[in-house]
């Protein structure tokens, strides 16, 4: 499998996504915005290069039906892309996982905008932080 992706998933909505990939280099590398829409070279552990807009779109359509099939509040969904003996390319998903949101480990995304993903649904993820009693005197 190539051009590893990790989509976090908030209140059943794509949040962020990012390279599911890890570099030993500068960790400031993470909060580049340019590297957001990069894809692993040749595996896991493999540079970061542009990515395939074709890559993106077969991922992204695979989250989308995924999550229509099977509602999730909150985690992320890893999926790459399979190349057949033929060369015909697809994308498979390779791990679900459920998490609290801001659990869901962000690799290469964007912290601000599943930051704000959050607190647009907060009421709907934690509303019993909503709930008020009344104050009596």
Not at 62 to 71: K, M, N
Not at 104 to 128: Q, S
Request: proline share 9%; aromatic share 6%.
């Amino acid at each position: 499998m190539i051009a590893g992706r990790r989509f976090l998933i908030v209140a059943g909505e794509i949040a962020a996504e990012t390279p599911d990939a890890y570099s030993e280099e500068d960790p400031a590398r993470l909060l580049d915005p340019r590297n957001r829409m990069c894809e692993p070279a040749g595996g896991f552990m493999s540079e970061l290069v542009p990515a395939n807009p074709g890559h993106l779109a077969l991922q992204r359509a695979a989250v989308e039906t995924l999550l229509r099939d099977y509602p999730m509040v909150s985690g992320a969904i890893d999926v790459g892309i399979v190349v057949a003996e033929d060369g015909t390319k697809r994308a498979q998903i390779d791990q679900v996982w459920a998490a609290p949101p801001g659990g869901a480990y962000t690799l290469f995304a964007d912290p601000v905008a599943y930051a704000a993903k959050i607190a647009e649904h907060l009421r709907v993820l934690e509303p019993e932080l909503f709930e008020t009693e009344e104050m009596h005197p």
